[in-house]
């Protein structure tokens, strides 16, 4: 009956006082031994929920013990370490005897000053990378709520767009600016035809563990939003966005047509000048002294003008002797009677 009496004033004094730093590392059957012999001097009478009052004031409001709690992933293990380190002789200093206010005071503050100086020195936390994911190296321990503050950042990231003419080939990587566990799983799923960030719409397409997506040969079905999603221990990390444009092959032989137009179109024929020599960081070949032809497409416009050209000539030329032919065929026909 007494124990549960006990128990009773343990959970008034956690709901009075905020979670942090000593109840996130330190034990309640502990907590119950330090302050079983608290006594208030002013009135001569043992009060375990001043003793809890006072760690929650040292330990749990002081800014500086909040701070050197900061620390990076993985670190929290060693954080209770260290504060078990100060307050374990204590508590076995104390249990069930008898000690005053002041004593408590003092030795809970210098406790605590020693936890601020071993704990500072725990390596923090790398930092968020902008703009989105679940950071792990970012996560930084806080010991008010006894858990990990991630970046808070979302986990889709801001779409991406890729081009690539049909037949080419074209990669896509799942690439983010922060680190990743070694011990991650990829999935790339597809929404054809679309630019959308809506999960539902995304059909899936590979598992595992790369982050290259490639396509040998783009066809205009291949065209739409391609979603990779990175996993650790089942949690999902990140999720990246691509949208794929596939030029058909129609419009980009279009836009060389056009192109030959454009040179042919230039005044007096002229042709752009094309630089002389070999590029500067690359070493000059035996073929650099030799001059530069034109391109195929310039070479293509040049003889079928000069196709044209000959068959206008032609007939031309058949025109002007039919007519002569029938001009002077009655002369001819009189000189030879």
């Given at each position: 009956?007494?124990?549960?009496?006990?128990?009773?004033v343990v959970l008034s004094a956690c709901v009075a006082c905020s979670c942090g730093c000593f109840q996130c590392l330190v034990d309640?059957?502990?907590?119950?031994?330090?302050?079983?012999?608290?006594?208030?001097s002013k009135y001569g009478v043992r009060n375990m929920d001043s003793c809890f009052r006072t760690i929650d004031r040292i330990?749990?409001?002081?800014?500086?013990?909040?701070?050197?709690?900061?620390?990076?992933?993985?670190?929290?293990?060693?954080?209770?370490n260290i504060l078990q380190a100060e307050i374990m002789p204590l508590v076995e200093e104390f249990a069930e005897k008898l000690n005053a206010?002041?004593?408590?005071?003092?030795?809970?503050?210098?406790?605590?000053?020693?936890?601020?100086?071993?704990?500072?020195?725990?390596?923090?936390?790398?930092g968020c990378v902008p703009p989105c994911g679940f950071q792990v190296s970012g996560a930084v321990y806080n010991c008010v709520t006894c858990?990990?503050?991630?970046?808070?950042?979302?986990?889709?990231?801001?779409?991406?767009?890729?081009?690539?003419?049909?037949?080419n080939s074209t990669e896509m990587r799942c690439d983010v600016q922060f680190p990743l566990p070694s011990d991650i799983e990829v999935i790339w799923r597809f929404a054809p035809e679309v630019r959308t960030l809506q999960v539902e719409q995304f059909g899936l397409v590979t598992v595992g563990?790369?982050?290259?997506?490639?396509?040998?040969?783009?066809?205009p079905h291949h065209q739409g939003t391609y979603q990779c999603e990175v996993f650790s221990l089942q949690r999902s990390i990140v999720r990246t966005y691509q949208h794929l444009t596939v030029i058909p092959l129609v419009l980009g032989a279009q836009a060389r047509l056009q192109g030959v137009f454009d040179?042919?179109?230039?005044?007096?024929?002229?042709?752009?000048?094309?630089?002389?020599?070999?590029?500067?960081?690359?070493?000059?070949?035996p073929s650099?002294?030799?001059?530069?032809?034109?391109?195929?497409?310039?070479?293509?416009?040049?003889?079928?003008?000069?196709l044209l050209l000959l068959l206008l000539l032609t007939l031309g030329y058949t025109a002007w002797w039919m007519t002569m032919t029938r001009d002077q065929a009655p002369r001819i026909i009189q000189l030879l009677i």
């Open positions: 009956m007494g124990k549960l009496a006990i128990w009773a309640v059957d502990d907590s119950l031994r330090l302050c079983w012999g608290h006594v208030l330990f749990n409001h002081e800014q500086k013990v909040l701070q050197a709690g900061r620390v990076g992933g993985g670190y929290d293990r060693q954080l209770r206010d002041s004593v408590y005071e003092e030795r809970l503050q210098a406790a605590a000053g020693r936890f601020i100086a071993a704990a500072s020195k725990l390596p923090r936390a790398t858990q990990y503050d991630s970046c808070e950042y979302p986990l889709d990231c801001p779409m991406v767009g890729l081009t690539v003419g049909e037949s563990e790369d982050r290259l997506y490639s396509i040998s040969s783009a066809r040179v042919a179109l230039l005044p007096g024929g002229q042709v752009p000048a094309q630089p002389v020599g070999p590029p500067r960081d690359l070493a000059p070949t650099s002294s030799l001059p530069l032809l034109p391109s195929p497409p310039l070479m293509a416009a040049c003889l079928t003008t000069l």
